[in-house]
């Protein structure tokens, strides 16, 4: 171990703390009083780090936050107690049903063979997801009255929408299946509707919402465009500035060659960051009021941008533009990807 110093980081992230709790608040204004807002955790609070999202998302007024795996329990429990969390991958095995047990963690059950399980191990107060036409986790509606799926101490029994961010059928197909299936399981409360879920109505609602990427920034449908608010603002550092000739190339397979003099820029930040490949045609960085294009392949660790019209210096920060309704549009990433993607080599503060 070294007692040196670590030196700043040439990535930063800076979390709005205010935009996410607003965020939050609104999602939770399209909901009557009586249902409860919760909020996905999953994946790190979808990569903008749990430690930092779950302490707001509370003092905004969640009590209920979503997991997928177990290995994102002990970080959770920092800032939560147990019952307030659900893994909603379930228990596969028995020690997933201990810990679950040992922590107070509710599994949502997603099979008859795992509620048999859950049930052998002690059992408990549990969610229970039934899959309604997304074919992905969950019992299927005829099991509902199979004698494992009975012996459930249910607290919520949901479901997940396919197409929730679609003007489709399919979400009124599955709301009404979801109606029928939760008259044959005994439940304290429903739940059905994601982010996009939200802007569906009130039919949808029921005791509780889980909004996931509309708390960080992203806007699943058209209603939420101007009224989700960015969350995350990553910014990188200029390693280093070089001029070219005409004729000269940057990047990999010279995808990019200068037709004049051109004063280019080295940024620290790369794929390897969640700055994909596909963001870098017709992409550009900013510095101050000045837009820097984005010039060849994006690497690794590195881009390559245009800064001859701009006084931008190496050790400058650049911005990273993240509206994340407008950068997927641009880079046909998905919101979530985008989001989900970014790596762990920035600094990252609150604001």
């Known amino acids: 171990m070294t007692s040196a110093k670590l030196p700043p980081a040439s990535l930063r992230l800076r979390l709005d703390r205010e935009a996410l709790a607003d965020n939050w608040r609104y999602l939770d204004s399209l909901s009557a009083a009586s249902t409860a807002t919760g909020a996905a955790v999953k994946a790190d609070a979808y990569g903008l780090g749990v430690d930092a999202v779950m302490p707001v998302l509370q003092e905004a007024g969640a009590r209920n936050f979503f997991l997928a795996h177990w290995s994102e329990v002990p970080a959770a429990l920092e800032h939560a107690d147990g019952p307030s969390l659900s893994v909603l991958h379930g228990v596969r095995t028995p020690d997933e049903a201990r810990f679950a047990r040992e922590t107070g963690v509710l599994p949502v059950i997603n099979s008859v063979r795992q509620a048999a399980l859950w049930s052998e191990v002690g059992g408990g107060a549990c969610h229970l997801m039934i899959d309604t036409g997304i074919n992905r986790l969950g019992i299927a509606p005829a099991q509902t009255s199979d004698p494992a799926i009975e012996a459930l101490d249910v607290d919520i029994a949901m479901s997940h929408l396919a197409c929730a961010d679609e003007d489709s059928p399919h979400n009124t197909a599955q709301l009404e299946r979801f109606r029928e299936c939760a008259k044959g399981v005994s439940a304290r409360g429903l739940s059905l509707a994601n982010s996009a879920g939200i802007s569906l109505g009130s039919d949808y609602h029921f005791d509780l919402t889980r909004p996931g990427i509309a708390l960080y920034g992203g806007a699943p449908v058209g209603e939420m465009h101007g009224k989700i608010a960015q969350v995350a603002f990553p910014e990188a550092a200029i390693i280093q500035i070089r001029d070219l000739s005409p004729g000269d190339s940057v990047g ?100």
């Open 252 to 351: 990999y397979n010279a995808m990019w060659t200068a037709d004049r003099p051109v004063r280019v820029a080295t940024v620290s930040i790369g794929y390897a960051d969640g700055f994909l490949r596909a963001l870098g045609p017709d992409g550009a960085l900013q510095h101050g009021g000045d837009t820097l294009p984005i010039l060849g392949k994006v690497s690794m660790d590195m881009i390559i941008v245009d800064v001859t019209n701009s006084d931008a210096s190496e050790g400058d920060f650049l911005t990273i533009p993240f509206d994340l309704p407008a950068l997927s549009a641009r880079s046909d990433l998905s919101q979530y990807e985008l989001l989900t993607v970014l790596g762990g080599r920035f600094d990252r503060t609150t604001g």
